[in-house]
């Protein structure tokens, strides 16, 4: 589908006549006379323009072009920009610890880095110097040492739209680094547009927007699920788009007050910290009909909240499991009656459904043989699907690891039901013994309201070690052992001030970091051979 190309997508849409109207929480980075709404026709020009900016530094076909500032849509558009011209595009988030952004950018050898000057400012002040890590460097905000303003290439005219072939290296992404350093991700046309955005680009039956929609998300931007989200979510032309930069209720209400959506979709994290807005007088999401949650499994009272939260008379949530090696895996809908029972032993939302009809196939093996085992076993999840990345950057041999012919090893552990439905269980780094620390989690939050993050970090001597955020960083000792009473034996629960958690972009506690910092050099109970 060449029209779902990034580097031609708004002019495809500009030429239909696509009405759409964009609403951004925040001007873009890109320099725009700090506009926070725009046309189609003009997303288009725009991205024209940075398209001749990218070629005014010297960006020539199939070079990478890095991309790392502020979290906000523009990382999309700068990835149109450069794949309009024929280069490759890395999205890597501003938010990753600076010896994380020195690794990653020394693996991708990029011909440019495209910055701020405050995130050159905020890099090199805690000791990495990213422009040394690529050939140049251009600063969308304001001149920086070692790198080109973009003042010095504004005008330049962009080259003709450069086709590549469907094989050909379209975009590189990083995943979300949970467990370790992120992996970069590099996907082809044929795996990123034909295999995950066109599909997206249907109009299912109730879990598609519509022409009257306003659809809003509220993302990281570095990552690939953005730029499939663009490519999909315009292509079907809703009336408005409003695009979020963080998840902050502060800031989040008031543009999504303005803007009341149809359809919202965003991070089980943005889910988490909006849930006081679900619940006041003057809760944004009333008119929501579909709720989308990526990324991540999301917890039971979460789902309940925003459920209750909209007016309308049968709202769907539609949990979607996947990786950004592989795209969409699974998919299963949640209505009311779905989260109604509270405080289960075994909370829904670890059922994650099935697998995409026609487009995904999923099997449980041994970790150790990887032969399969029996509906109803535990064990390794493997998929197989088309839209499996090309591969590693600066890791190739990391991708065979993890391969077994065409079977793509998840790193998760989980059970298929007889029923063919995927229970989701663990990472296979993070797993504790006995059972789940995933569906421990989720009862915690269920049966401790208070609860703002639970992680279970597991060890291969002792207890695992629930971590807690609470509201108001306390936890009354007889709540916690009613809570805990039916679950298998915990340590003494850690209280950690939420903004002490180590997160991702993308709102995940950054698991490694927390045991680094929590259980000195204790010994995960997995391997982490499939991370």
Known sequence: ????????????????????????????????????????????????????????????????????????????????????????????????PPETLRLLLKRLDATALVTTADTL????????????????????????????????????????????????????????????????VGHTTASLVHRIAAAEARRWPLVSSRPGDTVAQATSYAHGRALTWTLSAFWLAPRTVVLLDGFDPGRAGPVLRAHRPTVLEATPSAYVRWQPLATAPDNPFRHVRLYISTFDAV?????????????????????????????????????????????????TTRDLGRPVPGRTRLRVVDPATLRPVPRGEPGLVMARTAALCAGYVGEQERLLAKSAGRWFATGDLGVVTRS?????????????????????????????????????????SGPPLPVLATRDGTLARDAWCRAVADLPPLAEPALVPLDLLPLTATGKVRRQELRDRLLDDAAPYGTGRWT
Request: charged residues 25%.
């Open 420 to 460: 063919g439905r995927l229970r989701l269980l663990d990472r296979e780094v993070d797993t504790v013994p006995g059972g789940s620390g995933a569906e421990i989690e989720d009862v915690l939050h269920d049966r401790l309201p208070e609860v703002v993050e639970a992680v279970v970090l597991g060890r291969a």
């Open 121 to 184: 400012a905020a890099a090199r002040a805690a000791g990495t110097d990213p422009t040394a890590l690529a050939r140049r460097t251009l600063t969308l905000d304001a001149p920086a040492p070692g790198a080109v303003p973009v003042a010095d290439v504004r005008g330049h005219r962009p080259p003709p739209p450069r086709h590549r072939d469907a094989s050909a290296p379209l975009a590189i992404m990083h995943t979300s680094g949970t467990t370790g350093v992120p992996k970069l």
């Open 1 to 96: 589908m060449r029209t779902l190309e990034p580097g031609l997508l708004f002019d495809a849409l500009a030429d239909r006549g696509s009405t759409t109207r964009v609403h951004l929480s925040r001007p873009l980075d890109l320099p725009d006379d700090g506009r926070t709404a725009y046309r189609i026709e003009e997303i288009a020009a725009l991205v024209t323009r940075a398209a001749g900016w990218l070629a005014g530094l010297g960006v020539a076909p199939g070079d990478r072009v890095a991309v790392i500032k502020p979290n906000h849509w523009d990382y999309v558009l700068l990835a149109c920009a450069a794949a309009r011209i024929g280069a490759v595009p890395a999205l890597i988030s501003a938010s990753l």
């Open 299 to 347: 917890h039971p009272p979460t789902v309940r909240t925003y459920l209750a939260a909209t007016r309308r008379r049968l709202p769907l949530w539609v949990q979607v499991w996947g990786q950004s090696e592989t795209g969409p895996l699974t998919f299963r809908c949640l209505t009311r009656r779905s989260v109604r029972t509270r405080g289960e032993r075994h909370p």
